[in-house]
């Protein structure tokens, strides 16, 4: 009789101990998962725009519009960045009064190792571009930039029209607002959005 | 032509990286690099190449003066020089086509289009070539026949 009761006590105990490490596992996933969102969907440090196209820079500016790309070669969001510039960059018709650069970070002390992988591979097979590796983030700092991805586009007279991402999330490839804005700006409209968030690996961590 | 090995000489290193992926990506070719004309003369001793890109504007030792020096050097080298240079007025192509070159692809370039412009090139003075041949071939039975 004891004895039951003493088995029946501790198996409701290790039910109960069971139903707790469960619950625990559960909310540990959820905070896992809800973490994985916050931080996919939370956009990076957006570049302090600057409103013109600076006068010193090795990049020149076209006598149609200017777009660039920057972006950190070790990066994972930048290949969905780099997917998105490839879509957009497609379609010679909307390229032929683009000129287009994707600018390649490559902090002080940072071997030619360092921007390979990846990133660059997937580039070098995007039509229209030209692909410039940034010694020691003159560019982007030049431009402003702080995030990988962040995207800019300047007119003829070097007004910058658009700054922001071209993904909807890190690393998500699909439709958003930042490709659309482009698009209508390269097609020669206006477009609708002049910002986007960025969502990309910050380019002073890499420092 | 069949290219099967390139070397490139360029004395930026973000160029020649950018350059070597491009075309051992979309070559495919087996791409060596050199940073020098000097470089490459000795790279040349070991080894010869099916094809040779060379930038033109290079510190001691430039495009041009390189490519003769390879003249001089190796006189039994007959494969296709590429210049890559930002200098493309038509004065200064035709000077690079005078020098012997296969022909001159635009700094900066896109990475994308690189192995095509390449391979554009290579057809063209082939063709360019196989032309020459025939006018020769032509102009030696004229000769003889004349004789």
């Given at each position: 009789m004891f004895n039951h009761r003493v088995i029946e006590q501790a198996d409701c105990l290790s039910k109960f101990g069971l139903m707790k490490v469960v619950l625990f596992w559960a909310v540990l996933v959820l905070c896992g998962y809800g973490s994985m969102v916050f931080y996919s969907t939370a956009p990076a440090k957006s570049a302090v725009t600057v409103g013109q196209f600076p006068v010193v820079s090795s990049l020149s500016k076209n006598s149609g519009l200017t777009l660039i790309v920057f972006l950190h070669p070790q990066c994972p969001c930048s290949i969905a960045t780099v997917s998105e510039l490839k879509g957009l960059l497609a379609h010679s018709r909307l390229v032929s009064r683009l000129r287009a650069y994707a600018v390649v970070s490559k902090p002080t002390g940072c071997s030619q190792a360092f921007v390979s992988g990846a990133v660059l591979d997937s580039l070098v097979q995007v039509k229209n571009v030209q692909v410039l590796i940034d010694d020691d983030d003159v560019e982007s700092q030049r431009f402003g930039v702080k995030t990988s991805g962040q995207t800019l586009l300047f007119d003829s007279d070097g007004k910058c029209l658009f700054s922001g991402?071209?993904?909807?999330?890190?690393?998500e490839v699909g439709g958003n607002a930042g490709v659309d804005a482009l698009r209508q700006y390269i097609t020669g409209g206006r477009g609708l959005l002049n910002k986007t968030p960025v969502f990309g690996c910050s380019l002073e961590s890499s420092k | 032509m069949k290219i099967e090995k390139i070397f490139l000489v360029d004395d930026d290193p973000n160029i020649r990286r950018i350059a070597e992926i491009s075309l051992k990506k979309l070559g495919p070719w087996q791409v060596e690099l050199a940073s020098s004309g000097r470089e490459l003369l000795a790279m040349l001793e070991k080894d010869k190449p099916d094809l040779l890109i060379l930038d033109v504007?290079?510190?001691?030792?430039?495009g041009p003066t390189t490519f003769q020096s390879v003249k001089n050097q190796f006189p039994g080298f007959k494969q296709p020089v590429i210049f890559m240079t930002a200098k493309v007025m038509s004065h200064e192509v035709d000077e690079y086509l005078v020098l012997g070159a296969a022909g001159v692809i635009c700094k900066p370039f896109n990475p994308k289009d690189l192995a095509d412009d390449v391979r554009r090139i290579c057809a063209e003075w082939e063709s360019r070539l196989s032309c020459e041949d025939a006018a020769a071939e032509s102009s030696e039975l004229l000769v003889g026949s004349g004789d």
């Open positions: 991402g071209i993904t909807a999330a890190r690393g | 504007m290079m510190p001691e030792m430039d």
